[in-house]
């Protein structure tokens, strides 16, 4: 599972038809995905509660200082 991302990447920036993508896709870690989408959901609004029982983190809803939104302006 831990080369799962790596091994997509690698298959998008490099198809065996021999074309190549406009934009090669950055390095990212399945744990780097899973931040994309928690702070995707942040942003949308949803509440963190919601958001840490999605990622299976209910521990997390006491402690909302670990999960949270990072806004650009802040």
Excluded: F, I, N, W
Aim: hydrophobic content about 40%; aromatic content about 2%.
């Amino acid at each position: 599972m831990t080369s799962l991302v790596s091994d997509l990447t690698k298959r998008y920036d490099d198809p065996a038809d021999g074309s190549t993508p406009a934009e090669p896709l950055l390095h990212a870690r399945l744990h780097d995905l899973r931040h994309v989408h928690a702070t995707t959901l942040l942003l949308a609004g949803v509440a963190v509660h919601v958001v840490a029982a999605r990622l299976g983190q209910l521990g997390s809803v006491h402690r909302p200082t670990g999960l949270r939104a990072r806004h650009p302006d802040r």
